[in-house]
């Protein structure tokens, strides 16, 4: 073998080798993006299922005191109607409190309801956004697209009108609940 044929055999092999490392990284990198892909799939599930259960007990506990409140008030107010108080009597006063307390709890219970089905809507833009991201088998694996920074947009915005709505159902309920201490 001369000198010039080694070489190219030593030229050959080096190319060999390097294509075969280039080839090894790319199924290294291939491992690494699908393990941060399903790591990325288990966090959105598990941050999914928290935010649901949290957002769904938290109105699950306004719906039932609001709901709770307003059918105290209607009990309270039938006990009141069948006791025919008189309307110059100082106990006529506490069906107009009780009436103001139910419309309180009403206007809370609703408002309620609005913010369930606003929760509803937060998750699942969040959802899209998430699955609106592109894969990559390239650092950082996961990349956001012009959808899922729009349903990223959508959600949080929405998730602010939420918060607000969660908020005023609480405020009602504290306006009901200081109506009828006014009474006691």
């Not at 609106?132 to 009108?161: G, H, K, M, Q």
Request: proline fraction near 2%.
């Amino acid at each position: 073998m001369t000198g010039d044929e080694e070489l190219r055999a030593w030229a050959k092999d080096a190319r060999r080798r390097h294509d075969d490392r280039k080839k090894e990284e790319a199924a290294r990198n291939e491992d690494y993006a699908k393990r941060t892909w399903s790591q990325s799939d288990q966090l959105h599930g598990d941050l999914l299922r928290a935010s649901l259960e949290s957002a769904s007990r938290a109105l699950q506990a306004l719906v039932l005191v609001n709901g709770g409140a307003a059918v105290a008030l209607v009990a309270f107010l039938g006990s009141l109607a069948a006791a025919n108080i008189p309307a110059n009597s100082p106990r006529a006063a506490y069906i107009g409190y009780a009436a103001e307390a139910l419309v309180w709890s009403g206007k809370g219970l609703m408002i309620a309801l609005v913010t369930l089905a606003i929760a509803y809507m937060v998750n699942m833009m969040a959802a899209e956004a998430h699955r609106s991201r592109r894969r990559t088998i390239e650092y950082p694996y996961v990349i956001d697209t012009p959808a899922s920074s729009r349903w990223t947009i959508w959600s949080l915005s929405l998730n602010i009108v939420g918060v607000i709505y969660f908020f005023g159902s609480l405020w009602c309920t504290a306006a009901g609940m200081l109506v009828m201490v006014r009474f006691l």
